[in-house]
């Protein structure tokens, strides 16, 4: 093929890309743009810092996450000791998850996403020293302080309610004043 056929080519093939995007640019552009998050979405999910020092200890502090409700919970050494006390009581007792100084944790049951509660005397250690633990209202189901189900819970079709998985763990950040609770 001689040499000016092929520049020839070069140049209509160019043409008719810059004329496709002149005159259907303005179909296409508007498409692409409504690909990106809008506002509301995007503030929905940007982090959230919490201040360390509006922390009560061994008290879980909620905040809203991805409309989400998130638990703050920082640990004591009484609430890692009843870590270790509560393992004859929860369906796994895999030590991986060890907190650190911070829990952040989804307040969402992993049975069909009920708000879990707070029930500050839900666990019997002994006949004298209850710990605090969480419930599903919907279904009973209950965890420990750390998210972890208890082996006591049965589900409405009969099964051990060891088949759950454990409350969720929110992705998070420390720095020396705050939490940034998503990452």
């Not at 002994?126 to 972890?148: L, M, Q, T």
């Not at 309610?161 to 720095?175: D, G, M, Q």
């Amino acid at each position: 093929m001689p040499i000016r056929r092929k520049k020839i080519i070069a140049i209509v093939t160019l043409l008719l890309i810059v004329g496709f995007l002149y005159y259907l640019g303005p179909v296409i552009a508007p498409f692409l743009f409504s690909l990106t998050p809008s506002d509301k979405a995007s503030q929905l999910g940007r982090p959230i810092p919490v201040k360390i020092e509006s922390l009560k200890e061994n008290e879980p502090t909620g905040v809203l996450w991805r409309a989400k409700p998130i638990l703050i919970i920082e640990m004591t050494e009484s609430l890692r000791n009843d870590f270790k006390n509560l393992d004859d009581l929860v369906c796994s007792q895999n030590h991986e998850f060890m907190p650190g100084q911070y829990l952040v944790m989804e307040q969402i049951s992993s049975y069909l996403g009920c708000h879990v509660q707070l029930s500050p005397n839900l666990i019997e250690l002994s006949e004298s020293n209850w710990v605090a633990g969480f419930i599903d209202p919907c279904y009973g189901i209950k965890y420990d302080y750390f998210g972890r189900p208890l082996r006591s819970n049965y589900l409405p079709n009969g099964k051990q309610a060891c088949e759950l998985t454990r409350l969720k763990l929110v992705p998070h950040s420390i720095t020396e004043k705050e939490i940034i609770v998503g990452l």
